[in-house]
């Protein structure tokens, strides 16, 4: 087996989309028994308590798609929250779902955050993004 350099694997890492990527940190985190701590979410908060102003939100990069209501279709939202966050089996979804308002997903891209708020909106489920 050839030997990967290390721009090699930032190259695989850039062309993972951000569901595969949380999996991969998830492998990494079990594999070697470490914990990952983001920075982006440590820096989230300062960057709300500064504004709420147009200026403020097109500094914010990272998103939380929070699920605020599940809707009259649970079943439905189960199967949305199951497909964005695919390491949580059926009963682990349903409790998210069921324990509304709580986040879906932490820290993602503006375009992700988007993707995932129309598809829990499409099931049914009333949507935030902070």
């Not at 820290?107 to 598809?119: I, P, R």
Request: hydrophobic share 45%; proline share 3%; no cysteine.
């Amino acid at each position: 087996m050839a030997k990967l350099t290390k721009e090699d694997i930032l190259k695989a890492v850039e062309e993972m989309s951000v569901l595969d990527l949380a999996d991969l940190v998830k492998a990494i985190e079990e594999k070697f028994g470490v914990t990952s701590a983001p920075m982006a979410v440590a820096t989230a908060p300062a960057s709300n308590a500064a504004g709420t102003a147009s200026d403020g939100a097109s500094e914010q990069t990272t998103f939380n798609v929070v699920l605020a209501q599940a809707g009259t279709n649970k079943i439905s939202v189960i199967k949305a929250v199951r497909e964005l966050v695919p390491t949580l089996g059926l009963q682990e979804a349903k409790a998210l779902v069921e324990s509304a308002p709580k986040d879906v997903l932490t820290g993602v891209n503006k375009k992700t955050a988007e993707e995932a708020k129309v598809k829990l909106t499409a099931a049914g489920a009333t949507v935030e993004l902070k």
